[in-house]
């Protein structure tokens, strides 16, 4: 089983939309939960960071953890065509970060 | 302020050679981690290198090292260069707490013949 689980897509939603990514993880005592965009060919950049249980809000991105369900979502409000990147979810168990396989979102204009 | 720098950006190699790659982390940052990105896959954990000392090592070969400066500097190694270690090396500098968030330099691009 993967440390890090997410469908890897693609994703595809019009201009404006909502695009909602899902992330899994296995390990239980994994302390820190981030989200990276990733643009083709270049490194990733970090879009949040959450360590509590519940909802954390930054412009139209909202994160979303559920520790219980091992689960962490992030949800873009009013895709733009400029969110079209690869999508990495993280995981720090305290050892080392673990990467999700990305999911890729298309935004069409 | 400067971000994570890496050096060089691209790289030609062949079979067998050496490389040594390198990073320098954002100012105050300690904690510098490498990962290796192969193409449609995520960021794959190489080394973690916190006050000089290696704090975690992913699943790599011994062919891997790497070491941390008093500067807090790293350089990465790969020896016996194989085909299947072309990939985007990445480095991520972190200060310890605060969740350890890792930013990420540009990386280096390898490509092995």
């Known amino acids: 089983q993967k440390e890090v689980e997410q469908n890897s897509g693609p994703l595809s939603v019009p201009e404006g939309a909502i695009a909602s990514l899902n992330c899994t993880y296995s390990?239980?005592?994994?302390?820190?939960f981030f989200w990276y965009r990733q643009y083709s060919g270049k490194s990733p950049e970090l879009i949040m960071s959450i360590y509590s249980n519940g909802d954390k809000e930054d412009g139209r991105f909202t994160a979303q953890l559920n520790k219980a369900s091992q689960y962490v979502s992030l949800l873009i409000r009013d895709s733009q065509p400029s969110d079209s990147a690869t999508y990495l979810c993280a995981v720090n168990t305290g050892n080392q970060f673990y990467f999700g396989t990305g999911t890729s979102l298309t935004v069409i204009p | 302020d400067a971000g994570v720098t890496q050096s060089p950006t691209h790289l030609i190699k062949t079979r067998g050679q050496q490389v040594t790659l390198r990073c320098s982390p954002i100012?105050?940052?300690?904690?510098v981690s490498w990962y290796q990105q192969v193409l449609g896959q995520g960021p794959q954990f190489i080394f973690q290198?916190?006050?000089?000392?290696?704090?975690g090592r992913g699943n790599f070969p011994d062919r891997f090292s790497a070491r941390q400066f008093p500067n807090y500097s790293s350089e990465l190694n790969v020896n016996a260069l194989l085909l299947g270690d072309s990939a985007l090396y990445l480095c991520?500098?972190?200060?310890?707490?605060?969740?350890?968030?890792?930013?990420f330099g540009p990386g280096t691009r390898l490509l092995v013949l």
């Open positions: 390990d239980r005592v994994s302390q820190s």
């Open positions: 290198y916190y006050e000089k000392e290696e704090r």
């Open positions: 991520a500098s972190s200060f310890p707490g605060a969740g350890e968030t890792q930013y």
């Open positions: 100012s105050g940052h300690k904690s």
